[in-house]
């Protein structure tokens, strides 16, 4: 009787152990099989958390990759100066770069609430310097366009009052995601 049951539950551990290690061992001596129980419950415990921490970061990684658009455009150095006393606009000035292995167009520049275009300075055919407006642009692959005082640059209206370390805008791109990005707000020494 006792030995069948013995065996029974001998069985039952083989059966639960998932790695097999268990299933040589004899279970002879109850001491040495409460051991083993409480090592196979550790064991399937460390399985469970293993098993859990990975599904885990499996989702992290599904999430992340849902959520965050690939990266096709690099922009850096992005700033604006706050407005001359008593003027609505100013200028914003950044790097964008192309990271991708085909042309990408910025057709817009967003910074609701307030207005911003993208410009540029040009000199007509008297030698005037003139802005206008851009309707798009275009970066080949690999290519970086910078915007400098006196050439292309993001005109803004509406800061006259801006108090913030920090203006979010984004890039509306031609078949693709927009970019968002900040311009850091200089204050005029
Ligand atoms: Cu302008």
Known sequence: MMRSSLSFAALKRKASSALGILSTVNFSKKESSVWL????????????????ASLIGLLLVIISNCTRS?????????????????????????SVSNITKEPIEILEINCSPYRAEIHETKMDEKGIMKMERLQSIELNPGSKIIFVPGGKHIMFWGLSDFQEAYLDCSFKLK????????FEVLKRE
């Not at 693709?176 to 900040?182: A, E, G, Q």
Request: glycine share 8%.
């Open 37 to 52: 129980k409480d090592e196979n419950k550790k064991m399937q415990m460390k399985i469970k958390h293993l098993f859990k």
């Open 70 to 94: 690939p990266e096709v455009l690099v922009i850096n150095d992005a700033h604006l100066y706050v407005p001359l006393n008593g003027s609505m606009m100013t200028g914003g000035y950044l």
């Open 175 to 182: 078949g693709k995601d927009s970019i968002m990005f900040k």
